[in-house]
Every structure is written in C-alpha cells, then in structure tokens.
C-alpha cells in the first residue's frame, strides 16, 4: 500500500481589508435607504430591522475582506489514467451584484488528479469563498474553477453550479421556479 505524503500548504487568514467596516454606519445607512422608500411603517421594530439587515448583508459580503483559501494537497499516486474525484451537491448561497437578493443552488466539483489530491474540506470552503460577496453565477463558477486549476494542476476539471435565481423568480411568475446551470471546463493541461 502506497503511503501519501502531506505537502504543507497556507490556511486561510480571517483578516479584514484596509477598510474596517463601521458597523453602526452600515446599520444608519440601511435605516436611511429604508426611510427613503417609505418602510419606516411597514416594519414592527424599524431600528431591529435595519440592524440586523445590515448585520447579515456584512456577513453575506465578508470574502470580500479575506484570501482565498488554500487547499490541503496530498500527493498522490494515480492507479489509472481515468480515475476522477467526483465532489457533489456542495450547497452555497449567494448574492446577485445586479439585485442583491440570492441566489442558491449546489456545485458539482470533478477532477482527474495529476500528483496530488486535496482535502474535501478545502473544496467546500472555496465555494463558501466565493459565494460571500456580490456574484453572478457564470463568474462564480469560473472563479472556483480557475482556482481550482491554480491549485491543483489536474488532469481535467468540471465545475458545474446549478443554482435559483430570487431576482428572476421574485419579479416574474412566482409560481415558476427554474434552475440555471452553468458549467467551467478547464483547459486540456
């Protein structure tokens, strides 16, 4: 039995950018963008509401203000030419940069290894990465994918998101819902 050997690799840093998010701010200018379309009585407790929208919305956004992860390589000795690892349904969650109102679906992550495997952790923390912050989901979807390719120099690579789109379905029928699905190939490497 063949041994794999850990290739020591960077973890992610939480650290903020060199802007700090005022939280209190943040929490006034939403109160005040509400106030400017009239909500100020169409909600029970409008300081509540305001504070905990802005809340998530920083949450929502926070990749913004972090590194991209790194993954935990393994070496690895391939058995055959045609083995894929095959990572399904990672769900993630997302924000559309035209409406800011989410989309959500899951990723579908194959690969063909060269020298090396990675963590499956990493894969889900990548998606998670990249879904934090005002996205659309062809550019999601290459993002995991290029870095995908960056990090791991496979073999072959699939990225494949099949998401729902709330700017769609809220503002049309309502009673449609519909996937899109948009897939990232990588180059032959």
């Not at 996205?135 to 120099?153: F, M, P, S, W, Y």
Request: aromatic residues 8%; negative net charge.
């Amino acid at each position: 039995m063949k041994k794999r050997n850990d290739i020591p690799s960077e973890q992610p840093k939480d650290s903020t950018s060199h802007k700090e998010i005022d939280l209190k701010e943040a929490k006034e200018a939403y109160a005040h963008f509400l106030n400017v379309i009239h909500l100020e009585d169409a909600v029970t407790d409008f300081d509540e509401t305001a504070s905990l929208s802005s809340d998530l919305l920083v949450q929502l956004t926070s990749s913004v203000h972090q590194s991209v992860p790194k993954l935990s390589l393994i070496k690895w000795h391939r058995s055959k030419e045609e083995d894929w690892v095959i990572l399904d349904d990672i769900p993630f969650y997302s924000l559309c940069e035209h409406h800011f109102v989410p989309f959500f679906g899951t990723a579908k992550i194959e690969y063909r290894p060269s020298s090396v495997i990675a963590g499956l952790g990493g894969f889900i923390r990548l998606v998670d990465y990249f879904s934090k912050k005002p996205q659309l989901q062809e550019r999601l979807t290459e993002e995991i994918g290029t870095t995908l390719v960056a990090q791991l120099k496979p073999l072959a690579l699939r990225v494949t998101l099949r998401a729902r789109q709330m700017c769609v379905e809220l503002r049309g029928q309502p009673a449609i819902t519909f996937e899109t699905h948009f897939s990232y190939t990588s180059p032959l490497l």
